[in-house]
């Protein structure tokens, strides 16, 4: 058995605990869970969708030229019906603080992307379609960059019910929040310092160190490459990286998006295919739009995947510091056998 080891984010300054062999060997985890099983179809909302938010929809692709998007549409992004956020007119204003307490409204917007079909997920649309949904994410970022009470926009996936799905059919989530996250502001502000006292991005360096080792790489094409982080926080977690430097989602040319859809796709059926399909997470890791030139140099965009495996006790609860029982070296060599 190996020895645990603690190992530090470069970025975050988070320290991570590696107990490897804990759980066995790293496929040892995914065998646990049992056969995935679709929703009836029939039963699903997502099918027709035009039936009951016909007034929701906010924008759609269709699958041929001046098609009827009722008929053929391939991609809607909806109103969510149950948001968390909701937009508003007013300037969202913190409230004053006290020693105790500060808040700010629940203002923003909620959306829902959803592709036309009820089992292909990410890994399994054609890459048009993976294109379409990043293409969708960057239109909809410019809409809400209109509003002046937004700071940051979460563009998220959730596959399975434990991974928090609550509906079988593929779908996306989209919220604009006024707030930037806590660990977007710990990414955003180690990512400063990290510059500041190397004078280059540090994400920059990580991937040049990832492609020196080699070890860690699960996939890599002209534009994106995906590794297994140093210092992952959870078993089997992925990161895909835009090559060249980019800071902004939203400024990324298209020849780029379509080499991360491709990265992200393969790395997706590589974890569905020798990880026993578990349910995962993706979501991407952005730099706010607004005050550019703060996080230009600095900051470079990314999708971060992690399949649901290991479960967090009380240690992680207490300490804040994640356990992972799967190193990262081990973590990329089962997903890309």
């Not at 970025?11 to 060997?25: I, N």
């Not at 679709?38 to 906010?58: A, M, R, W, Y």
């Not at 098609?67 to 409230?95: C, F, H, I």
């Not at 996936?157 to 604009?176: D, E, M, R, T, V």
Request: aromatic share 12%.
């Amino acid at each position: 058995m190996k020895r645990s080891e603690f190992r530090k984010d470069i970025v975050s300054g988070e320290w991570v605990l590696f107990v490897p062999g804990r759980a066995g060997k790293p496929t040892d985890l995914a065998k646990k869970k049992k056969p995935r099983v679709p929703s009836p179809k029939k039963k699903c909302l997502f099918e027709d969708p035009f039936l009951n938010v016909d007034d929701k929809v906010i924008l759609g692709y269709a699958s041929r030229a001046h098609g009827d998007m009722r008929k053929d549409w391939e991609l809607l992004v909806l109103k969510n019906k149950y948001p968390a956020v909701v937009p508003s007119k007013k300037r969202a204003r913190k409230t004053p603080s006290s020693r105790f307490s500060e808040s700010s409204p629940g203002v923003g917007y909620h959306d829902l992307l959803i592709t036309r079909s009820h089992t292909k997920n990410f890994a399994h649309i054609s890459k048009r379609e993976a294109f379409q949904i990043f293409s969708a994410f960057r239109e909809r970022y410019f809409m809400f960059l209109r509003d002046k009470n937004v700071a940051y926009v979460s563009m998220s996936h959730n596959w399975g019910k434990g991974a928090g799905a609550s509906i079988f059919h593929p779908h996306y989530q989209i919220l604009a929040v006024p707030i930037i996250p806590p660990d977007i502001s710990r990414l955003l502000r180690g990512s400063s310092e990290y510059f500041e006292k190397h004078g280059q991005c540090a994400f920059c360096a990580m991937i040049r160190s990832e492609k020196k080792r080699g070890s860690r790489i699960v996939f890599e094409n002209r534009h994106a490459i995906a590794f297994c982080p140093y210092a992952s926080r959870y078993e089997f977690e992925t990161r895909i990286f835009p090559k060249r430097h980019r800071a902004f989602f939203e400024d990324t040319p298209d020849a780029e998006m379509k080499g991360m859809a491709e990265a992200l796709q393969f790395v997706l059926a590589k974890i569905e295919k020798n990880l026993a399909d578990p349910d995962y997470n993706f979501f991407f890791n952005v730099a706010p739009a607004r005050n550019k030139n703060q996080h230009k140099d600095t900051y470079h965009w990314n999708v971060e995947i992690r399949p649901v495996a290991g479960i967090p006790g009380g240690f992680e609860y207490d300490t804040g510091m994640e356990v992972n029982v799967v190193d990262p070296e081990d973590a990329a060599a089962a997903i890309r056998k």
